[in-house]
């Protein structure tokens, strides 16, 4: 009796939370694999079944393979530079002296902040008349870059509004993990003669493994989700050059009125977000290494 009591005390304090999990997360997860196969339009009530044409219409479609090729390269530059300026950063700041305490907890300040912020933040900074612009004057390039308005540098714009905010929690995750590298490895390092590029070959690079395992999930479920900095800093322009596949979801759901065509694109977003997100775990848990 009093193991049973215990799993029913257990499922009752589980079950707020398997509420919640279920309202919010794997009851939008059904509908929009439902609606994926119908064409939708709340304003007329039509409800049509359509099969797998939805899918088929994202073949055709060059505004969605756009949208893949943005978010891929915003991806790609996310997952190089947030891991390169991570690895930096936690090599400087893991010393024991009181200034790099207080860096440590100023670095993590970006990651907390509301990704909205952060995109209104840097599109202060980045307007034709903003804080970079003033700040090239003063060099004497006295003509404006439009950072935000400018298709050339636009996607570099939101590049580096998605790796400074991605960059302060790779430090963090980075710096933990140096943290926990005994300190016996490191005598026998120093004791062999090894400089710090070779330390870091040896001795760092391979057990920091499940932290470049954890960093890379995190910013590949980050770029693939896209939209609140792109909607602050560029609104998906100019023209559609920074449209991301959240974006064009939301655009054809809510202007467009096309909630199926829309639910099929979201399914394609989370079977490729799964897929990537799976391959980077099982290729990069392939180097981690035990002490």
């Known amino acids: ?37 119908f064409k939708i339009s709340f304003l007329t009530n039509q409800f049509d079944y359509v099969g797998f044409k939805n899918f088929l219409k994202l073949l055709h479609k060059k505004d969605f393979y756009n949208s893949l090729q943005i978010v891929l390269t915003l991806t790609i530059i996310a997952v190089i530079f947030s891991n390169l300026i991570g690895i930096i950063f936690a090599k400087l700041f ?17 990651f907390i902040l509301s990704p909205i912020v952060v995109g209104y933040t840097f599109s202060s900074i980045l307007t034709d008349k903003g804080i970079l612009n ?20 636009a996607l570099i714009s939101i590049s580096i509004a998605l790796c400074w905010q991605l960059v302060a929690f790779c430090t963090v995750i980075y710096l933990a993990c ?14 062999d003669g090894a ?27 980050s770029s693939f989700k896209l939209y609140d900095r792109v909607l602050a800093l560029t609104g998906g322009g ?46 990069l848990g392939k180097r981690e290494v035990t002490i």
């Open 1 to 37: 009796m009093k193991i049973t009591k215990h799993k029913i005390d257990y499922f009752l304090l589980l079950m707020p939370g398997l509420i919640l999990f279920g309202l919010l997360i794997m009851l939008p997860i059904l509908l929009t694999i439902v609606y994926s196969f």
């Open 134 to 153: 003033q700040f090239l004057n003063f060099f004497s390039i006295t003509h404006d870059i439009s950072w935000l308005g400018d298709s050339k540098y």
């Open 195 to 221: 400089n710090n590029i070779q330390k870091f070959r040896y001795l760092d690079w391979p057990l920091l493994a499940p932290a470049l395992t954890i960093n890379t999930v995190v910013i590949l479920i």
């Open 178 to 191: 140096l943290k926990n590298i005994p300190s016996e490895l490191e005598d026998a390092v120093n004791i």
């Open 94 to 110: 893991n010393k024991n002296n009181k200034i790099f305490i207080v860096l440590r907890v100023l670095i993590f300040t970006p």
């Open 238 to 283: 100019p023209g559609r050059s920074t449209e991301t596949i959240s974006m064009l979801i939301i655009r054809t759901a809510f202007n467009e009125n096309r909630v199926g065509f829309a639910s099929s694109m979201s399914l394609i977003l989370l079977i490729l977000s799964g897929i990537t997100t799976f391959v980077a775990l099982i290729y």
